[in-house]
């Protein structure tokens, strides 16, 4: 449950459209978005159609999802982003399908990274 569900949606979206340069960010910011509900949250949606292939939506929203907690491997949780972010590129949105995308492949990205430090940290751990 998040707090944003209190503000009247029109209000947050008019908001955004009075300086988007500035609002737009920070909306996208707060904006649940987790594991939890791997549906792509509906005002996460409307933004990615009203605002389509604005990097630094894509770029607030992404930080946003990165953030929160977990436990075990790291690139185990990533993988499980990944899932989600297929279920995201299901929609037929071509404006949502391109964010799901830019998700799943800087996952990917992260995710060789990541598995080659835990191989390190289990070689020097054993």
């Keep these: 449950n998040s707090l944003i569900g209190l503000f009247p949606e029109q209000l947050l979206l008019n908001w955004c459209e009075e300086n988007p340069k500035r609002n737009l960010s920070r909306l996208a910011k707060i904006v ?3 594991e939890i509900e791997p549906e792509l949250h509906p005002l996460a949606k409307k933004l990615i159609r009203k605002y389509p292939n604005n990097t630094e939506l894509f ?3 992404s930080s946003n999802w990165d953030s929160g907690i977990w436990s075990g ?3 185990q949780h990533y993988e499980k982003k990944i ?3 297929e279920i995201w590129l299901t929609d037929p949105d071509p404006a949502i399908q391109e964010f799901a995308q830019s998700e799943i492949n800087s996952l ?3 995710i060789v990274a990541i598995k080659r430090e ?3 940290r289990n070689i020097l751990e054993n």
Excluded: F, N
């Design 32 to 34: 649940p978005l987790h």
């Design 83 to 85: 899932k989600i972010a």
């Design 108 to 110: 990917k990205k992260q």
């Design 73 to 75: 491997p790291l690139s």
């Design 118 to 120: 835990e191989e390190e």
């Design 59 to 61: 770029s607030s929203l």
